[in-house]
């Protein structure tokens, strides 16, 4: 089991960055696949990025790609997301998920560990 604590969240003007990161609990945090999803109010939770055991590969979505950056450091088992040129259209809260098996997927069913969540607002 992994427990999984996000922080860096904040409010910023639209076009800066934040860096979020999540801790990870736990000896075998290389073993599992990474994944950061968010949820605005009103909304469903939905896919950001996601990264390999490895960090070798990376999966975004359409919406952040090219503007966010997933990586990961196994040795201090942790994760981040570099956001840049952030939009008002970013604003939610950002979790961090663990999934057990390989391969980077992304619905939320195919994950197994949770955070708690970090709000991130961008002001327009």
């Known amino acids: 089991q992994v427990q999984l604590g996000e922080s860096g969240g904040g409010l910023v003007q639209a076009g800066g960055s934040l860096r979020l990161s999540c801790a990870a609990s736990?000896?075998?945090?290389?073993?599992?696949?990474m994944g950061w999803f968010r949820q605005a109010p009103g909304k469903e939770r939905e896919f950001v990025a996601a990264?390999?055991?490895?960090?070798?590969?990376?999966l975004y979505s359409d919406s952040v790609k090219g503007r966010f950056t997933i990586s990961r450091d196994n040795a201090k088992n942790m994760v981040f997301l570099q956001m840049n040129s952030l939009k008002p259209e970013d604003t939610a809260v950002y979790y961090c998920?663990?999934?057990?098996?390989?391969?980077?997927?992304?619905?939320?069913?195919?994950?197994?560990?949770w955070g708690q969540g970090t709000q991130v607002t961008v002001s327009s």
């Open positions: 998920a663990a999934r057990v098996l390989s391969g980077t997927y992304t619905n939320t069913g195919a994950y197994d560990y």
């Open positions: 736990g000896r075998t945090f290389s073993t599992y696949t």
């Open positions: 990264i390999t055991r490895s960090g070798g590969n990376t």
